[in-house]
C-alpha cells in the first residue's frame, strides 16, 4: 500500500484514465488542486465539470478550517433517488433531512455508481469499485454474486481508528458475509447490523431463509421494524461516546429498499393527508417518512449528548431510486441498476455547524468515493495516497476549490439479462457516454442541453464520442486485472 501524507490538502491530480499523481510531501501545505495539475502530461480535453455558477461564490466569509478532529455520523439510505424527498423538491415530506441539509451545503450532482454493494465498496475505500473486487452486488449465492471485497483493500475506519477515533457501523454491511470481509475485521470497533444484501422481511430480518443480523460476531434475532432497530442501536452506541473522543458512526439503514413494508401508522399517516394515492406509492412514501423520523431521533440523540456541534453529518444514498415500486427520481431518467441520471444521481448533504455555512447549494459533481478523503481531511488525518476520491472538504467549508480535472466512471456487473457482463458510462463535464446494456451501442448526451438524456448525440458528435468511447476503454481495462471473486479454496 502507499505511504499515507499527513496535512495535504489536495494531494492527487487526474488524467484521463484515472491514475494518480501524488503530491505527497512534495508540495506541502495547502496547495490549490489547480497548481498541482501541471506536474504531469495532460491528457484530458474536456471541459471542466459543468458551467454553473457556484451558488456559494456569494458566501459572505470563508469559514476557517476545523482545529479539532469533529465526529462524523455517515448516514447512507437504501434506493433513495435524487428527487424522492423534500429536501430537494420531492414530495415525501422529509423533515429531519430538510433540516439538516437547510443548516448544511446540499449537493445537487452528487453521484454514486449504479448500485448498493459497489457504492459502499468505493466509498469506504476512497477506491472506485471495480478496483477493490466490487463491480456487482454480493449475494448469498455464489452464482448470483458480483464481488468479492480485496483483502487488501483498506477502509476509512482503519484510518480513523488510527487517528483516535471510535468507529461503529450500524445497519446494512453488504460488503461479504463470513471473515475476513466482515465489519469487524475491516476497521469498526462496533457492529450491530446485518451482513447481507436486503432483508426479506423488515420483520423478520431474514435473507433466503438465513439470519444475518450481529452484533459484533454474536448472530442476534431481535424483534420490530428494522428501521426502529437501526434507529434505536444507533441511539445506544451514542450514549457510550464521550465529548472530546472523536468517533466515526456509519449508520447504513435499508429502507426504502424492497419488500416495502411501512409500520402502519405510517402508511395511514401518508394515505390521511394524500387522498387518493396510490396504495404502492404510499407504503413507499410511508416508508421513507419513517426513515426520516428515525434519522430525526438519532439527530435528537446526538444533540442530547451535547456532541451535535462537534460533529461533521452527512447523509446520502446508495443509488436511485427502484421506478418498479413507485420511486420518484425527480427530474432523471430512469432509475436503480442503470447508468442514466437517474440510477446514478443522488441526494447529498452535509451539515456541521460553525463550519459548514448554512443555506448553501452547490452544482459541483462529487462521487460517494470522494467522500473517503473528506471525511479524513475534516479530522486533520492522514489521507492515503492512490485514493480516486477527491476530498471536496474546501467546498464544504466555503473555500475556493477548483473542479477536479478528472473523468468520472460508473460501472454495474449483474446476472440475469446482463449474463455476467457490465454496463458503464463516462462523464466528462456536461458530456456522458454510455451502454446501459451490455453490448448496446454506446449512446452520447450532453446534461447541460439534455440533463434527461433524450436525444443521443452519438452519430453528430463523432470527435467527443471517440475520446470518451478510448477513455471508458481504458478504464474498463485496468479494472480487468482486478479479481472479483471469492478465491478457491
Ligand atoms: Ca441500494
Redesign the pocket.
Known amino acids: 500500500m502507499s505511504q499515507p501524507v499527513r496535512g495535504i490538502r489536495h494531494q492527487v491530480a487526474w488524467t484521463a484514465v484515472g491514475s494518480l499523481v501524488a503530491g505527497g510531501g512534495l508540495f506541502g501545505g495547502a496547495v490549490s488542486a489547480q497548481e498541482v495539475l501541471p506536474a504531469t502530461p495532460e491528457p484530458f480535453k474536456g471541459q471542466v465539470g459543468l458551467s454553473v455558477k457556484d451558488s456559494r461564490s456569494d458566501f459572505p466569509q470563508p469559514i476557517q478550517a476545523p482545529k479539532g478532529s469533529p465526529n462524523v455520523v455517515l448516514v447512507i439510505l437504501?434506493?433513495v433517488g435524487f428527487g424522492a424527498t423534500s429536501t430537494f423538491g420531492g414530495p415525501c415530506q422529509t423533515p429531519t433531512l430538510e433540516r439538516l441539509a437547510r443548516n448544511g451545503l446540499r449537493y445537487t450532482q452528487f453521484h454514486t455508481t449504479a448500485?448498493?454493494s459497489p457504492t459502499r465498496a468505493a466509498l469506504l475505500t476512497g477506491r472506485y469499485q471495480d478496483l477493490v473486487g466490487v463491480p456487482g452486488v454480493i449475494r448469498t449465492h455464489a452464482n448470483s454474486s458480483w464481488g468479492h471485497l480485496l483483502p487488501e483493500a483498506t477502509l476509512l475506519p482503519v484510518y480513523l481508528k488510527k487517528a483516535g477515533y471510535k468507529t461503529a457501523i450500524v445497519g446494512k454491511w453488504h460488503l461479504g458475509l463470513e471473515s475476513p470481509n466482515v465489519p469487524n475485521e475491516r476497521g469498526f470497533d462496533h457492529f450491530h447490523g446485518f451482513l447481507g444484501d436486503m432483508m426479506d422481511d423488515y420483520y423478520s430480518h431474514r435473507r433466503h431463509n438465513i439470519n444475518y443480523m450481529r452484533l459484533n460476531g454474536e448472530t442476534i434475532d431481535p424483534k420490530g421494524h428494522a428501521t426502529d432497530l437501526f434507529t434505536q442501536w444507533a441511539c445506544d452506541w451514542l450514549k457510550t461516546q464521550k465529548k472530546g473522543e472523536p468517533f466515526f458512526l456509519y449508520l447504513a439503514y435499508n429502507a426504502p429498499?424492497t419488500p416495502i413494508q411501512p409500520p402502519k401508522e405510517w402508511l395511514a399517516k401518508v394515505k390521511a393527508r394524500e387522498a387518493g394515492i396510490a396504495d404502492r406509492r404510499a407504503k413507499l412514501v410511508a416508508l421513507i417518512e419513517h426513515l426520516d423520523d428515525g434519522i430525526g431521533k438519532v439527530l435528537s440523540c446526538l444533540k442530547e449528548m451535547g456532541l451535535d456541534q462537534d460533529t461533521l453529518v452527512i447523509f446520502t444514498s446508495?443509488?436511485g431510486g427502484q421506478t418498479g415500486v413507485g420511486a420518484n427520481n425527480g427530474a432523471t431518467r430512469s432509475g436503480k441498476g442503470n447508468v442514466y441520471e437517474g440510477g446514478i444521481r443522488v441526494p447529498m448533504a452535509a451539515r456541521w455547524p460553525g463550519r459548514i455555512a448554512a443555506g448553501g447549494r452547490t452544482k459541483r459533481i462529487a462521487l460517494s468515493m470522494d467522500i473517503f478523503p473528506t471525511v479524513l481531511e475534516a479530522a486533520g488525518t492522514e489521507i492515503p495516497t492512490g485514493l480516486d476520491g477527491i476530498s471536496f472538504l474546501p467546498t464544504l467549508l466555503g473555500q475556493q476549490q477548483p473542479e477536479p480535472k478528472r473523468d468520472l466512471f460508473f460501472r454495474r456487473r449483474e446476472g440475469g439479462q446482463y449474463k455476467g457482463k457490465t454496463i458503464q458510462a463516462i462523464r466528462r463535464g456536461d458530456w456522458k457516454l454510455l451502454e446501459n446494456m451490455p453490448g448496446a451501442p454506446r449512446e452520447l448526451y450532453n446534461l447541460k442541453t439534455d440533463p434527461l438524456e433524450r436525444k443521443n448525440l452519438a452519430a453528430a458528435e463523432p470527435k467527443m464520442f471517440k475520446e470518451l468511447d478510448d477513455a471508458l476503454n481504458a478504464q474498463l481495462a485496468r479494472y480487468e486485472a482486478v479479481p472479483w471473486q471469492k478465491p478457491k479454496k
Request: hydrophobic residues 15%.
Open positions: 437504501d434506493d448500485l448498493s429498499h446508495d443509488n
